[in-house]
């Protein structure tokens, strides 16, 4: 009896075994979810930074130097009398060089202030016509003028401007300047941010810009004598003349930049 009893405790006990684990092979498999992937934000162009850059172009000249009224007196010998008349020497030449500034963006506003030195190719001798006044008496061969024309100029500037993401476009004024004369400079520009960040730089961004410089000479500066004459039966005689007229120099520029901006994205 004992026996049977035991055997009929074994038989249950594989039962209930294989029957939970029928039941555990029917239950539905659970795991963990997989984590959120991590999306960094994409950063949000600014023109906020200092930026340092170069730039090239062409700049126009315009000189109007007044003409210079001769007449016996300290300089100038008897005899001689007329009026040297001067063209208009409005020619044209490359300009180069470069820039630093800063920017400040608010809201789609963006100031700033920039400074540049250029070099320009735009100084060449000056024509000259010699019109003979009452009581000439001699010959007068005019000597060699320069143009007065700096072969370089720099600027320093404000900037103001409206940003459509990327795209900046803006005004710029201020003082300019060359070795030896003073004015000032007003002109305008467009400017890019390329998809780039060569050097080191946040953003290179590249610009097309007009500037109009206009620069007031405080005299003729003749360098030397303005012409030799030779009065009837006489010996040539070089003549000077003091440096009393004041004469402007326009010049408009048209240039492309490219500049590497550092600081903020």
Same mark, same amino acid.
């Given at each position: 009896?004992?026996?049977?009893?035991?055997?009929?405790?074994?038989?249950?006990?594989?039962?209930?075994?294989?029957?939970?684990?029928?039941?555990?092979?029917?239950?539905?498999?659970?795991?963990?979810?997989?984590?959120?992937?991590?999306?960094?934000?994409?950063?949000?162009?600014?023109?906020?930074?200092?930026?340092?850059?170069?730039?090239?172009?062409?700049?126009?000249?315009?000189?109007?130097?007044?003409?210079?009224?001769?007449?016996?007196?300290?300089?100038?010998?008897? =005899? #001689?009398?007329? !009026?040297?008349?001067?063209?208009? %020497? +409005?020619?044209? /030449?490359?300009? &180069?060089?470069?820039?630093?500034?800063?920017?400040?963006?608010?809201?789609?506003?963006?100031?700033?202030?920039?400074?540049?030195?250029?070099?320009?190719?735009?100084?060449?001798?000056?024509?000259?016509?010699?019109?003979?006044?009452?009581?000439?008496?001699?010959?007068?061969?005019?000597?060699?003028?320069?143009?007065?024309?700096?072969?370089?100029?720099?600027?320093?500037?404000?900037?103001?401007?409206?940003?459509?993401?990327?795209?900046?476009?803006?005004?710029?004024?201020?003082?300019?300047?060359?070795?030896?004369?003073?004015?000032?400079?007003?002109?305008?520009?467009?400017?890019?941010?390329?998809?780039?960040?060569?050097?080191?730089?946040?953003?290179?961004?590249?610009?097309?810009? =007009? #500037?109009?410089? !206009?620069?007031?000479?405080?005299? %003729? +500066?003749?360098? /030397?004598?303005? &012409?030799?004459?030779?009065?009837?039966?006489?010996?040539?005689?070089?003549?000077?003349?003091?440096?009393?007229?004041?004469?402007?120099?326009?010049?408009?520029?048209?240039?492309?930049?490219?500049?590497?901006?550092?600081?903020?994205?």
């Amino acid at each position: 009896m004992r026996k049977c009893s035991s055997s009929l405790l074994a038989a249950t006990a594989i039962s209930a075994l294989a029957i939970s684990a029928a039941s555990a092979a029917d239950l539905p498999v659970t795991t963990a979810p997989p984590p959120a992937p991590v999306i960094a934000p994409v950063p949000i162009f600014t023109w906020s930074g200092f930026y340092v850059g170069a730039n090239a172009g062409w700049g126009w000249r315009e000189d109007d130097r007044e003409p210079v009224f001769l007449a016996p007196g300290p300089g100038i010998p008897a =005899g #001689l009398s007329g !009026t040297l008349v001067f063209s208009n %020497n +409005n020619d044209g /030449g490359f300009t &180069g060089g470069g820039q630093v500034g800063y920017n400040y963006q608010l809201g789609s506003f963006v100031v700033g202030l920039e400074a540049d030195i250029q070099w320009a190719d735009t100084d060449q001798d000056q024509n000259v016509l010699f019109v003979p006044g009452n009581g000439f008496a001699g010959t007068f061969v005019p000597g060699v003028f320069n143009s007065n024309a700096p072969e370089w100029w720099g600027s320093v500037r404000a900037r103001l401007g409206v940003a459509f993401d990327r795209v900046l476009v803006y005004g710029t004024g201020g003082f300019a300047y060359t070795d030896d004369n003073t004015g000032w400079a007003l002109g305008g520009g467009v400017e890019w941010a390329l998809p780039v960040n060569w050097f080191g730089s946040s953003a290179v961004t590249f610009g097309l810009e =007009g #500037l109009w410089l !206009t620069f007031e000479d405080d005299d %003729n +500066n003749f360098n /030397g004598p303005i &012409g030799t004459f030779t009065p009837v039966g006489g010996e040539p005689v070089a003549v000077t003349v003091p440096a009393t007229n004041n004469n402007d120099s326009d010049f408009f520029v048209a240039r492309a930049k490219l500049n590497f901006k550092f600081g903020t994205y």
